[in-house]
């Protein structure tokens, strides 16, 4: 059985809404944000981040090895850790959004990638950061994406992509 949106998509038919198309998968109204787990908040995170991320290096036009290898750099766990840090330093998070960061930080992940393992390395914490940025954009996804939309602007106008970008 074929849905409403998917005739509407083979059919070339395009939405008249000045909003960027997001998928409406979530039922938020029967739900709050925080009935679902940190670790399945930053799962989802961890997709919309990157989401986020190939769009806002699609432009300008470039090799789609070079979106590949800059889209890689901003979803690993070193460059998710320093974007958080600057983000909390910058002030630019509410105190509810601090709480979901320290919810999502203090989750019980599993293993800490091989590369982050050992002395100098970064090991947990950066890690966990990592996970608590994916965290809360999962969060704010799910509950405001608005405010996801203004914190992701907010790091792309204060430079912090283009400086984590250059991190090594």
């Known amino acids: 059985m074929r849905t409403d949106a998917l005739t509407r998509v083979e059919d070339g038919a395009r939405a008249t809404s000045s909003e960027p198309w997001t998928p409406d998968i979530i039922d938020i109204g029967t739900k709050s944000a925080r009935q679902w787990s940190p670790i399945a908040l930053a799962f989802l995170g961890d997709a919309v981040w990157e989401l986020y991320a190939r769009a806002w290096l699609f432009n300008p036009p470039t090799k789609p090895l070079d979106y590949d290898l ?18 909390v330093d910058g002030e630019a998070l509410s105190e509810d959004e601090l ?9 019980a992940y599993g293993n800490v990638p091989t590369r982050l393992r050992g002395k100098g390395k970064g090991g947990h914490g950066t890690y966990r950061n990592a996970s608590a940025l994916e965290c809360l954009t999962g ?3 799910v509950a405001d994406r608005a405010r996801l939309q203004e914190i992701w602007t907010t790091c792309v106008d204060r430079e912090i992509l283009a400086k984590a970008l250059e991190l090594e």
């Not at 889209?71 to 840090?85: C, G, N, V």
């Not at 709480?99 to 989750?107: E, L, T």
């Open 99 to 107: 709480s979901v960061v320290k919810w999502g930080r203090n989750a």
């Open 139 to 141: 969060y704010l996804y």
């Open 70 to 87: 800059k889209t890689k750099k901003l979803a690993r766990a070193e460059a998710q850790d320093w974007i958080l840090r600057a983000l």
